[in-house]
C-alpha cells in the first residue's frame, strides 16, 4: 500500500511562483513512477509532469515545459513541483500519483495510487 499526501498550494499573482511536494509512505519497492496531474472545474485530470523513480528520467507536458520542474528525494520517497511564472490558466486541484507498471506516464489509468489534492490558484 501506498500513501500519498500532497502539500504546498495557494493563491498567487500571474507572473508568481509556488512549490507543491508529496510525502509518500508505504511499501515503495514497486513503483515504477510517479507524477503530478491537475484538474480544472469543469474540466478532465490533465498529466502535468512525471519521474521515474530509478533512471530519474522527466516528461512534461507541452504546457509546462520550460516553467515547471519535477523532482525526488528517493530516501524519503517525495517528489516535488517546483512552479515558475504561474498562469491563470494554471489554476486547478493538483494531484500526487504513483504508477506500479509504468506505462504512459501521461494517462490517469496507469496510476494506482492517487493523494487527496492541493489547489493552486493563480489571478490575472
Known amino acids: 500500500q501506498v500513501r500519498l499526501e500532497e502539500s504546498g498550494g495557494g493563491s498567487v499573482q500571474a507572473g508568481g511562483s509556488l512549490s507543491l511536494s508529496c510525502a509518500a509512505a508505504?511499501?515503495?519497492?514497486?513503483?515504477?513512477?510517479m507524477a503530478w496531474f491537475r484538474q480544472a472545474p469543469g474540466k478532465e485530470r490533465e498529466e502535468v509532469a512525471a519521474?521515474?523513480?530509478?533512471?530519474?528520467?522527466?516528461f512534461y507536458a507541452d504546457s509546462v515545459k520550460g516553467r515547471f520542474t519535477i523532482s525526488q528525494n528517493t530516501t524519503n520517497k517525495a517528489i516535488y513541483l517546483q512552479m515558475r511564472n504561474l498562469k491563470p490558466e494554471d489554476t486547478a486541484m493538483y494531484y500526487c500519483?504513483?504508477?506500479?507498471?509504468?506505462?504512459?506516464?501521461?494517462?490517469?489509468?496507469?496510476?494506482?495510487?492517487w493523494g487527496q489534492g492541493t489547489q493552486v490558484s493563480v489571478s490575472s
Open positions: 508505504g511499501v515503495f519497492d514497486n513503483v515504477h513512477n
Open positions: 500519483a504513483a504508477s506500479l507498471n509504468g506505462g504512459r506516464w501521461s494517462s490517469t489509468l496507469n496510476y494506482n495510487y
Open positions: 519521474i521515474f523513480r530509478r533512471s530519474w528520467y522527466t
